[in-house]
């Protein structure tokens, strides 16, 4: 009987999206449940194959209902309830939006096409809770509460792009090719990118 070798591509990614989901629950507590799901949104549509991105979002949207409702003790009302699955809806839409921005910028510049997918992110997200909310939720969305919010993503989604340049220095990942390659790499999972 021979023993197989752990796939250590699938094993570093699954090591990778650990990574990200602790760093962004960290994110939620130090800024009181605001996980920057704009950023991550965009870090999983560059760099990931669909399904891994998909499944990045959902496992940090999950973790932070566990925090809200489990750490923070969010009340077990309906109200709440809404706000979740609102936030849960608008991370995916806002991942699958990204992959789309990505794939219209696949001509432009790297620096272009990373910029222009977190604002079509991190306006699908905005414009997703907005659709979604209850009316009399405006002060919500007030200029210097979105403002706010942009700039805790702005600045996770640099944050998120450097770590990511970081991994790949240090071979925990295999590359970043994706973002500048996008076109040779099938985006159905089928794709050995991280």
């Known amino acids: 009987m021979t023993l197989q070798q752990p796939d250590t591509q699938l094993s570093n990614r699954f090591i990778w999206g650990g990574i990200l989901t602790v ?95 977190f604002a079509v992110a991190f306006v699908a997200y905005e414009g997703t809770l907005f659709l979604v909310s209850p009316a009399g939720r405006g002060a919500d969305f007030a200029a210097p509460v979105v403002l706010y919010i942009f700039y805790v993503n702005a600045i996770a989604f640099v944050a998120l792009l450097l770590l990511q340049t970081t991994a790949v220095a240090l071979g925990l990942i295999s590359s970043l090719a994706s973002i500048t390659d996008r076109e040779a790499v099938p985006r159905d999972g089928a794709g050995d990118r991280p």
């Open 23 to 117: 760093l962004t629950t960290a994110s939620t507590l130090a800024v009181a449940c605001g996980t920057p799901f704009a950023a991550l949104a965009t870090l999983a549509a560059l760099f990931l194959p669909r399904r891994d991105a998909l499944v990045l979002i959902a496992v940090n949207w999950l973790a932070n209902q566990a925090i809200g409702f489990g750490l923070l003790h969010y009340p077990l009302n309906w109200d709440c309830y809404r706000g979740g699955i609102s936030l849960g809806i608008a991370a995916l839409l806002s991942t699958m939006a990204a992959m789309l921005a990505q794939g219209a910028l696949r001509n432009a510049a790297t620096a272009a096409r990373a910029i222009g997918s």
